[in-house]
């Protein structure tokens, strides 16, 4: 199963996300900030780190130059409404896509889906 860390700092938003990608049959951990990201990133593993950009206490861009770094195998996906710092996230980890809100759930699991799509649980092709 492919297991996504959401860091999302709007507990509606979070919980919302978190819902929609545990049905669509993923395992998602759900947290509040980037700092509360960071042990999960540094102790267990992950297929995928979504992410909010603009949190307090670390960004979702110093988040996913930490997970770049100590999980390389991770893959990045931003989540933003500050169509300003887009242009900053896809220059610090040019490897993330990016969902621009507001965006419909269809959206978020379709993309997730291609990342994953065609390959297997371990991870191989």
Known sequence: MVRILLAEDDES?????ARALERSGYEVV???TGAAAVPYIDTERFDLLLT???MPEMDGIELAQHAAAAAPDMRIMFITGFAAVTLKAGKAVPQAKLLSKPF?????VLEVERMFGNESLTGLN
């Open 30 to 32: 759900a947290v509040a």
């Open 13 to 17: 938003m979070r919980t919302y996300l």
């Open 52 to 54: 909010d950009i603009v």
């Open 104 to 108: 419909h759930l269809r959206d978020l």
